[in-house]
C-alpha cells in the first residue's frame, strides 16, 4: 500500500529546504530529546495538504483507510476519538437532530453535549458487572426514537463487551434515526475472520481510536461514515473544535497504520486470537472472563473471588501494568501487535499474582442507576458556577460538570441531574470523594 503521508514527509526532510515556516523547532533536535522526531514534525506547507480541507496527500491516506475499513469516507483526526464524537455530534445538531444515548458513555459525549448544547435521553442499559458494561434493548430504544433522533452505543464498551449492532441498526432504520457508535476501542475490528465493525454492521457515523487498538501515536483517530454526502459537514465540524494546527506525526502514524492494516493486521490477530485463548484456558479454573472483544481480556475479578484493585497491584508488583482496575473488574487491554512472548509473560505475571492475592471476595456489585432527574440542560449545568463537596454531602444537589477519573471516565451522575444517595453509593463504590455541584443560588 502507497503512504503519501510518510513519503512526503521523509522526502521533505530529505530535501534539506531551509525551514522558513511552522512549528519553531524547524526540525532541529533538544540535545536532550534526540529521540524525538523533529525532523518530521511539519506545517501545512506547500504539498503537505490541509486536514479540514484534505485533497492532497492527507486526502490519498484518508481514502486508503476508508477502503480497508470498507467505510463511504474516512476522515483523520489528531485530536482522539474525542474530536470525532465532537464533529459527529455537532452534525447531529446541525441536523435539528435530539439524542439518545446508552448510559454507560465515555466523558467525552457529555462534554460535546454540553459545548453543543445538545438534548439527551438516557437508555439505561441492563448493567452487568458495574457501570461500564449493560446490555441494551433494542425494543427499549425503538421506544425513543424517531425520525429527528439518532441513537449514540458505546461499542465494544470499555470492558470489550460489545452491542447488537445489527439489531440497533435495523431499529435505527425502521424509526428512520441514524445509529452513532463510539468505536474507540475497535479500530481493529473489521480486520478479525467476520468483520465485526460497526460500519460493517449497519452503523451510520462512526470513530475508531487508532491509537488504541492499532499502532499509532496518542491522538490518531477515524472518523468513518457509511453514507456519501456527510464529509464535507463531518469535516466542517471537526474543524469547529480541532486545533488549526493537527501533527502531522499523528497523521503521519495513520498513514503507516493503513500499511500495517494492508500487510500484516490479519496475520496478527490470527496468531493472537490463538495466544488469548490458550491464555484464558490457562486461567479457567480459577478466573471468569467477561466476553466480547478478544483483546480486551476482562477478569470478573469479584465473581472469580478477589478484589480487582488488589489484583492489579500485585501484578503491578510483578511485573505488568493493567489497563483499569476496581473491585469487580480487572481489564487487560492487548492489540495484535503485542508479541507470543509479552503473553507468555503476562501470563507468568497472573500466575504469580494469584498465588499472593487473598481470596477476599467482595459480594458482586448489585445495584440499579435511579431514573435520571434532570433538573437543568447539561450545558446550563455544565456552565454554572460550581463548587466542589465531599460525596456525602451531595444528595439533593445537582451535578455541576461531570467528575470522574479517567480511565474509565464514564459518568454516574450527569450534569443537571439531581444526586440522589444511590449515586451517592456508587460514587463511593468507585472511589470517588467528591462532586462538582452547581452552586445553589446560582453563585
Ligand atoms: C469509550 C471511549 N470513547 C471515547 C474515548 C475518547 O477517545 P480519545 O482518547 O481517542 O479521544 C475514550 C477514551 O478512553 C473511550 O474509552
Redesign the pocket.
Known sequence: MNTPINDFLNKYNDSGLLRCHMPGHKGHTLDEADWLPYAIDITEIHGADSLFEADGIIRQSEENAAKLWGSADTLFSA?????C?QAMLAAMKLEGRRGVAVRNV?R?FLNAAALLDLEVDWLIPDYSGGILSGRIDPEKAAKMLDEKSFLYV?SP??TGAMADIPELSRVCKEKGAMLLV?C??GAHLPFFETNMHPIALGADIC?D?A??MLPALT?G?MLHCSKPGYRDILRQCMSMFGSTSPSYLIMDSLDLCCRYVSQRIREDIRRSLHLIREFKERFSGQLLFTDGDPFHITIKAAQSGFDGRVLAEEMRKNGAECEYADRELVILLMSPVNTTGEYIQLSHVLAESLQNVPKAAPAALEFTLPVPEQVMSIRQAAFSPSEEIPVTSAEGRICASVKVP????VPIAVSGERITSQHIALFQNYGIDTVLVVKEGGK
Open positions: 485530536g482522539g476519538s474525542t474530536l464524537i465515555h467525552s458505546t464498551d470499555y463510539d474507540a476501542h470513530c481510536s491509537h488504541k491522538g483517530a479517567c480511565p474509565p471516565a
